[in-house]
């Protein structure tokens, strides 16, 4: 094992423990910002995971920072969700 791998993992690891952390607070408010940050946080633990055990190399793997992208989309749109239509309810 080597230490990207090692410190991807502790990575990935840190972003699922982020995920559960806004899933238990969805769980309690049922607030769809916190589900939405659940996702993006479990989106951006699989593409550090898939970054790290993938093995592909170089250019061959810009793929997998679109799920980033995605993740990062998730919350700019969740954020903006709340802050146009949050205080509606």
Not at 2 to 8: C, E, G, P, R, W
Not at 28 to 55: E, N
């Given at each position: 094992?080597?230490?990207?791998?090692?410190?991807?993992?502790?990575?990935?690891?840190?972003?699922?423990?982020?995920?559960?952390?806004?899933?238990?607070?969805?769980?309690?408010?049922?607030?769809?910002?916190?589900?939405?940050?659940?996702?993006?946080?479990?989106?951006?633990?699989?593409?550090?995971?898939?970054?790290?055990?993938?093995?592909?190399?170089?250019?061959?793997?810009?793929?997998?920072?679109?799920?980033?992208?995605?993740?990062?989309?998730?919350?700019?749109?969740?954020?903006?969700?709340?802050?146009?239509?949050?205080?509606a309810?």
């Amino acid at each position: 094992m080597t230490l990207y791998v090692f410190l991807s993992g502790a990575a990935s690891t840190g972003f699922l423990l982020a995920a559960l952390f806004f899933l238990r607070f969805w769980k309690r408010t049922h607030d769809p910002l916190f589900s939405a940050f659940s996702l993006a946080f479990a989106l951006m633990a699989l593409a550090q995971g898939l970054l790290a055990l993938s093995g592909v190399q170089g250019e061959d793997r810009a793929w997998i920072y679109l799920v980033r992208l995605a993740a990062f989309l998730i919350i700019l749109a969740a954020i903006y969700r709340k802050n146009r239509y949050g205080r509606a309810r």
